[in-house]
């Protein structure tokens, strides 16, 4: 049985699929995006959070596939309206371990949430266990990605142009409204160009930048640093007109 | 609200209608009564006093009639007996019969040949207090005359000794006699199913085109802000403690869905109004509509600390396991809190509180002193259970009054106190359910399974109030907590709940055949036994890592400082309790953040989690909410935030009257769903 590394489980969560969900955060992401708000994702090993009452707090628990597997079956029990959303840090990154707890949740609703950086055929697999997709897009043009979020879009691109060709699973884009580096006049027209060419892209939802990022680098004894803005939310220009829905969540 | 509702609200929220107060009532006089006379005699006496002393009132622009006009409780003398208290009139049959039938099957029972003496005095004394009622309706009938309020008069000529014959007539009828039963000593009444009694009189005027449906929701906000007038007078340990909860939905009688458009409208109108009383509870099961969760949530948001839920499902089967008939225990409502009584009964739902926490904290100390074993330790945890649970079996008063409108006492010719009633239990309410699990597992973890605190070590950290041990406190702090549905915490916090069903379970039946119900609730306790070191049960150290003068948490919830996995963790755990032996009630204690209310989602996904609280198989639940920034801005600038209302315990109380202990606690509470 395989084992993963998980850096918080969100009970009855109501933002992250339809109903009610149970949403398991896996830790570890190759992305280091300079807005990210849940820094305490990033590195795939156990850390110590820093809290503000000066006491400190492991983050990263190690569960067996199975044990997780079970947790999870009886909140969705309790939830058959909902069900369960496996969200990150990145779920490529563990991709064995998500396939392995994916395929212990038999008739209950399943959500991933991935930015796409992994490998094309782990994408592929767990789309086909899985309900629906989120697929967390940022910045479009590879070098921009590259100096925003650490790593070039290439592989990203390419794998959100095979799940949109090869899967049956249905998607919905995800994109936080950063403004300077996602909520850009250039970004937002090659994201228009970009879903023209997607055939069973369902939706675009955009997320309002997360207001409480600082405090959680200063948990993680990091600065948060991006440089370019403040954690405002930035605007949907006039002439962003995909032919998908598109919408922003509170 | 209307102009004129409006109006009653604000002068009701200013205290205004304390300006007719003019009189106190002579408290040594009635004791008086109750010292030289026979109770029977006593009680009849007293209330006849004090209609005496009440000067009607009749206020223009009003519809219901009723002002007290003399200071002060009208409390029997303790050493009388015990009084009414958490109990519900089955207004049913105040509505069905109205006072002067009363009184006819009084003269008729009094007819019967061989009377018994006992009963001569009960009817007696129920036909003086009834008929005093008629005449101080007659007084208030007057005073309508001659303010020349037409409306009035024909209400008070007719009510309450003629049955009502609409919805106004009917909520007159209660309102009035609500408020003479406070006046007999009466307190923490409730107002029962009121979707259920009131709704023929609804159907009614709805059919005859005397009301339309946004007329009946006024007449409903005016009626529920009445409740509110008196209440400085009505209130226990704080203002709101008062009782006047109210039950909608559930099952009828014969099990089918009860659901009917009055529960919808009270629902709405509670939110509407946003006072503290009647305190909202709604019964649910799986079948519960969604427009109705929905109802129940939009009050919750509103932030008043109700609807409190009760699990169909799980309650009737406990009550009926218990020994009450299906169909009484199919027919239940809540007394002032939680517990869950029947009509046709004369229980004492609340009679006293075992802190289990205590009983494993002795436990915990003599075994780390003694070096006894885990299993030694787990058998002087039942015996420290068994300790605290009361022979509770008090000498109590008799209601004539009450008793007119309960069960079968007039058929009987026996009072409550005394045969009228079919029921006679006993409620002890089990607290700091959670600290004590924690402890239990933290020292099973610690000290014996992985042993690393040693037990002279534990005990000297607990004895010095974990002052120059605060490793082992963290350390203590690691072991598995209640709320996160694991093996351990789990394991203990049903081996507490066991141990205190059966120590309860092992206490004889009274004379009367009353036993005791064990409940889940920490009522006021989570304050008196914290931070009263005076309290027979007050609660030092505990090894959960709990230092003295913490709070423990209010009925069913995390221990204080402990942040569960979630929601539906805290359903699983405490959906494994053995609530068939727990019929006595006490809610899980859930507290939403304003966060969660902020998503446009909130009132789907609310319901869901309702359901999952059906599904988890859990008795009852709050699921209030808690802004923990406006609290303690309320405690900085309270003139800024008098109407803010916070679910207290088994009430809801405007925080800025609270005492700060009672603040503090709430402030401390966990909240969950951002």
Same mark, same amino acid.
């Given at each position: 049985m395989s084992q993963g590394i998980i850096f918080d489980i969100s009970e009855a969560s109501i933002h992250d699929g339809p109903g009610l969900r149970t949403t398991v955060f896996m830790k570890g992401c190759p992305l280091r995006c300079r807005w990210c708000h849940s820094p305490e994702g990033q590195s795939p090993e156990p850390e110590m959070l820093q809290l503000p009452d000066g006491s400190? +707090?492991?983050?990263?628990?190690?569960?067996?596939?199975?044990?997780?597997?079970?947790?999870? +079956?009886?909140?969705?029990?309790?939830?058959?309206?909902?069900?369960?959303?496996?969200?990150?840090?990145?779920?490529?990154?563990?991709?064995?371990?998500?396939?392995?707890?994916?395929? +212990?949740?038999?008739g209950i609703h399943k959500v991933v949430e991935t930015s796409g950086a992994g490998k094309g055929q782990d994408l592929l697999d767990i789309a086909g266990m899985c309900d629906l997709i989120y697929f967390g897009l940022k910045v479009i043009a590879p070098a921009d990605a590259m100096n925003f979020t650490g790593m070039s879009s290439e592989i990203i691109l390419k794998n959100l142009h095979a799940l949109d060709l090869e899967s049956q699973t249905e998607y919905i884009l995800r994109i936080p409204l950063i403004p300077g580096a996602i909520a850009t006049e250039k970004n937002f027209k090659a994201l228009m160009e970009l879903t023209f060419g997607l055939k069973r892209l369902r939706a675009i939802e955009f997320l309002r930048a997360n207001k409480l990022a600082p405090a959680k680098y200063t948990r993680c004894r990091r600065k948060f640093a991006p440089e370019f803005a403040d954690c405002r939310t930035g605007d949907i220009p006039a002439f962003f007109t995909p032919e998908v829905p598109f919408s922003i969540l509170d | 609200m209307n102009e004129r509702v409006s109006d009653i609200y604000e002068k009701t929220r200013n205290g205004f209608y304390r300006r007719y107060r003019r009189e106190q009532i002579p408290a040594e006089t009635i004791a008086g009564f109750y010292h030289s006379m026979p109770p029977y005699m006593a009680v009849a006496k007293a209330l006849k006093t004090i209609l005496q002393l009440e000067t009607p009132v009749i206020i223009p622009g009003e519809k219901f009639y009723f002002t007290r006009t003399l200071r002060g409780n009208a409390i029997p003398p303790p050493e009388a007996g015990r009084r009414v208290e958490n109990l519900t009139p089955d207004w049913e049959i105040l509505l069905r019969d109205g006072v002067e039938k009363r009184l006819e099957l009084i003269r008729a029972q009094l007819e019967k040949p061989d009377p018994d003496p006992e009963s001569i005095e009960f009817l007696l004394s129920a036909h003086e207090m009834l008929s005093d009622v008629i005449t101080f309706a007659g007084r208030y009938a007057d005073a309508a005359d001659a303010a020349g309020n037409k409306e009035a008069a024909k209400m008070l000529h007719k009510i309450p000794a003629s049955p009502p014959e609409n919805m106004h007539e009917a909520l007159q009828a209660i309102f009035f006699m609500f408020s003479i039963l406070h006046l007999t000593g009466c307190t923490l009444q409730g107002f029962g199913r009121m979707d259920q009694y009131l709704y023929p009189f609804y159907q009614h005027d709805l059919d005859s085109g005397l009301l339309t449906r946004q007329e009946a929701g006024e007449l409903l906000e005016e009626f529920f802000i009445m409740l509110n007038r008196e209440n400085d007078l009505y209130g226990m340990l704080q203002r709101g403690d008062d009782g006047e909860s109210l039950m909608l939905g559930g099952c009828k009688t014969d099990g089918s869905d009860a659901v009917n458009d009055l529960t919808l409208l009270i629902l709405e109108t509670a939110e509407k109004t946003a006072m503290i009383n009647p305190k909202i509870n709604l019964r649910v099961n799986t079948a519960t509509a969604e427009h109705i969760l929905r109802a129940g949530l939009r009050l919750a948001k509103r932030g008043l600390g109700? &609807?409190?839920?009760?699990?169909?499902?799980?309650?009737?089967?406990?009550?009926?396991?218990?020994?009450? &008939?299906?169909?009484?225990?199919?027919?239940?409502?809540?007394?002032? @809190?939680?517990?869950? =009584? =029947?009509?046709? /009964?004369?229980?004492? &739902?609340? @009679?006293?509180?075992?802190?289990?926490?205590?009983?494993?904290?002795?436990? *915990?100390?003599?075994?780390?002193?003694?070096?006894?074993?885990?299993?030694?330790?787990?058998?002087?945890?039942?015996?420290?259970?068994?300790?605290?649970?009361?022979?509770?079996?008090?000498?109590?008063?008799?209601?004539?009054?009450? !008793?007119?409108? !309960?069960?079968? @006492?007039?058929?009987?010719?026996?009072?409550?106190?005394?045969? /009228? /009633?079919?029921?006679?239990?006993?409620? *002890?309410h089990g607290c700091a359910s959670s600290t004590a699990a924690d402890s239990l597992a933290a020292v099973k973890k610690l000290v014996f399974d992985d042993k690393k605190i040693a037990p002279e070590i534990l005990l000297a950290a607990l004895e010095n109030n974990f002052d120059g041990y605060q490793e082992v406190r963290q350390l203590l702090q690691t072991a598995p907590k209640t709320g996160n549905d694991e093996q351990l915490s789990n394991a203990m916090l049903n081996f507490i709940f066991n141990a205190f069903a059966d120590a309860i379970a092992e206490v004889p039946p009274d004379a009367r055949g009353g036993r005791i119900r064990p409940g889940t609730g920490a009522a006021q306790n989570y304050v008196m036994m914290t931070q009263f070191p005076d309290h027979p049960y007050y609660l030092r150290a505990t090894a959960d890592g709990r230092k003295e003068g913490e709070f423990f948490s209010s009925s069913l919830s995390p221990a204080p400082g402990v942040r569960a996995n979630g929601i539906l963790s805290i359903f699983r755990t405490y959906g494994k309790l053995p609530y068939e032996k727990l019929c006595n009630g006490g809610p899980i204690t859930l507290e939403l953040s304003p966060a969660y209310f902020r998503n446009p989602d909130a009132l789907d996904r609310g319901i869901q989690i309702i359901r999952a609280f059906v599904l988890s198989g859990c008795q009852q639940l709050q699921m209030n909410l808690l802004d923990r920034e406006t609290l303690l801005d309320a405690q900085k600038n309270p003139e800024k935030h008098r109407d803010l209302i916070v679910r207290v315990w088994g009430w809801s109380g405007y925080f800025t009257e609270l005492d700060k202990a009672f603040q503090d606690q709430i402030i401390a509470r966990e909240a969950y769903g951002a």
């Open positions: 400190q +707090r492991l983050c990263g628990k190690v569960y067996q596939a199975e044990e997780l597997a079970q947790y999870l +079956r009886e909140c969705a029990a309790l939830t058959p309206e909902g069900g369960i959303t496996f969200s990150g840090g990145e779920v490529l990154m563990q991709a064995g371990f998500v396939k392995d707890v994916l395929s +212990r949740l038999p | 109700f &609807p409190q839920y009760c699990n169909d499902e799980v309650v009737i089967p406990a009550l009926v396991k218990f020994g009450y &008939p299906l169909e009484a225990a199919r027919d239940y409502t809540v007394a002032a @809190c939680w517990e869950f =009584v =029947v009509k046709d /009964g004369r229980d004492i &739902p609340n @009679c006293a509180s075992v802190n289990l926490a205590l009983a494993a904290d002795n436990a *915990i100390r003599t075994a780390m002193r003694e070096k006894q074993s885990f299993e030694q330790l787990l058998e002087n945890v039942k015996a420290a259970i068994r300790q605290q649970v009361p022979r509770p079996f008090p000498k109590l008063l008799p209601n004539p009054l009450f !008793s007119a409108f !309960s069960g079968k @006492c007039l058929e009987r010719a026996r009072d409550i106190h005394d045969g /009228g /009633g079919t029921h006679y239990h006993y409620g *002890i």
